[in-house]
């Protein structure tokens, strides 16, 4: 792409590198590419030895097959690949349509500070579990089939999930770019993405509510073969509805990191909303838990099923029911009411460890629970698992130590002060030309 | 904020694109079954369970005619009557011996394979159509389109389709009901080579007429009970039986519902999400975007 516009000076800025020519911006993304600070820290020690071995494991997986490194059968074709890595994953990258629909359709305008960074993970856990997904499947490189190939199986929820899957990604790559915008100085850009944000995320909140309600559908198929504790017509609603309180739970607890790891990122205003923010959070995960428990109480006595309550399974049950989510939500009320931070923390990591118990149920537990010879997960699935969970980390930490995501973004208005001062002539130039060479020198 | 004609057209224009995209899904999500078709009738089969001999002429049949490795122990061996088999990606057909409860002297033989229901839960699940009913009976497996995902096997009621785990390039395999044999207007195989008439090809109609006949001919021969007439709203392949089902190997509590109809309710309100999703939370922001001008204003004049 050629421009005809000479890059304009704009007084008061500071020398930043040229990211608005080809030249430039390979020599940024080079210069940022470096690790910064320690390298050989206990984190990056272990996670790096994690992915090495899970990269190693990858490959066997690839040349041998699937039998290679799992525990997988042909009465358990789905293991923790699936119902962790996506099934698990994916609930509780929910937190990115519900923050995005608080701050930018209901503008409580109180969360902001938090939106990047939850937007950044959801992006994140979409990318790299979508690449799980093609560790798990038989024949990958058929992937794009329902995509762009001839052969739409439109009657299949997990069509529906493919594709939502897809455009959700997208969408939430989208809902990230301002971040990147800002970390490469593309101040047109930037504008340009800011005009469409509205309709980004409403397309991106209905997106994620087929999406998730989805995962649940896929289950749909199975009814002889779910625990009847566990299998309801109203899995998708109790999908969709529990992917919400996964994600707050997941909000509060990647917060409690991020503040601890990365505090010199953070700005005043920033942390000092912090504590509100989390009580907001826990409020909105606590009626949504009550929402959820109604569900789960109607399906167990329309479904007359109280009876199993006392049988082994039944007890699981109500460890998972009882014990992580009915549990959380009291301790969740009582946090608020006591204004407690930290016991917010430590309820959103019980409501996690709820939401994932669920999931594991469904797709693992209290699938086909009959069976004599149950599936269990190889401790090459495990360590697999690990690895992508180490890659996602490292990768939100690059991200984090160089675009402005937890901070406030940097402010242009200045720029576009001196914009608004210069000859109509130029601003008709600067508008017309669709060049991104045409950004912020 | 007056709704000028600008924004109108912008919220009328999303949620039009929406309904249309929308609309197109939600028209073909409905899988209707592909026997409606005039020219061909539904074939199906019908197994005799009372007069199988076990002696698996149908398994080294099938074992043939699909090109299948060997297997270890020879098809004359009666030591794999021993456990309970499941069938294999290499052995579409398997048959497994069951005490008989009113004969001890004479066992049940079961041969178990795929049932090729009317309308297969597998063909809905697959989400690049693998897997196929086709209007003469038979649900057939398109290797080219798969990826592997093995969700045809989740929903199989039956765990009949089975997955190649130990391969780099691994296929999804099951009985196809010797398709290109029928389309060609032969039996399959495993019909074929059965010596006692215990497997009965035809059309699905015909074969339930017969098998009515069988049972009410011989109310004491027979359970008055055709497996495979209702279960999952009907499979291609049939079973008679002089004993219990249950006590054979059959799955009794599977329903009489269409698989397909589980998921139908939820796909048919993913057009509705679609459409009213958006324009709810169009009109959301709308209205909560007035208020914060119109706030924006009041304390303006305050001060």
New interface residues.
Partial sequence: MKSNVTPMPIPGMPAAPDTGTLKGFLRFLAQELKPRGKILTPFNVVTGIIILGGIAIIAVR???????V?N????Y??GIWIGFDVVTGVAFAGGAYILT?AV????VKKYEPIVRATVLNGFLAYVFYSGALLL?????W??V??II?N??????????V?WHFLLYTLVLFVEISPAIADWLKWVKAKRIIQKVT??TI??G??LS??HQ??LG?????????IHPLWYS?NI?VLFFISSMFAGFSMIIIESMFTHRIFSDRLDEAHRASHNKILLGLAKGSASVMAAYLFLKVIDLTHGHQLGLLRTPMGYWYLVEVAGFTLLPLVLYVVAIREQSVRLVQGTAILTAIGVILNRLNISVIAFKWYEAVRYYPSWMEIWVTLAVISMELWVFRWVITRMPILGAPPDFTAEEGTLNNLDNAEVVRWKVSSSWKVSAS | MTISRRNFLKVAG?AGG?LLAGGA?SA????TPQTSSEAVEFNGMLIDTTKCIGCRACEEACNEANKLPKPKVSFSSESVFEGKR?T?PDAYVVVNRFPNGKNPDKPVFVRRQCMHCVEP?C????????MEKMPEGPTVY?KD???????C???C?F?IP???????????RKCIGCYDRVAKGEQPACAEACPEGATLFGKRRDLIEEARKRMYGNPDRYRQRIYGEHEVGGTGYMYLSAVPFRTIGF?I???TKH??E??????SA?PL??IL??AV??G??YL??DR?EERGKESGDEE
């Fill in positions: 690839f040349a041998r097959g699937l039998g290679a799992t997988l059968s042909q009465a074709p789905w629909f930018h359709i209901l503008k798990d499947l038989g024949r990958p058929n992937v089939n329902p190939g052969a739409f199986g439109y009657g299949s929820v997990l069509f529906l493919a509205t309709a409403i397309v909140v209905t509510t087929l309600a989805g559908g896929l289950f749909l198929t199975a009814p002889s073969k017509s998708p | 999303a929406v899904k073909r999500t409905a899988q499941e294999t839960s063909a809905s699940a697959c989400l690049c159509k693998a398109h389109r798969c990826m592997g995902c093995r969700y096997m989740i929903s009621p765990d089975k997955f190649e785990f130990d391969s780099a390039s691994p296929f999804v799955r509590d599977l329903g698989y397909p589980l998921t139908s309710g939820f796909l993913v999400v679609d999703w958006p939370l169009f959301f922001n909560i975007s914060e």
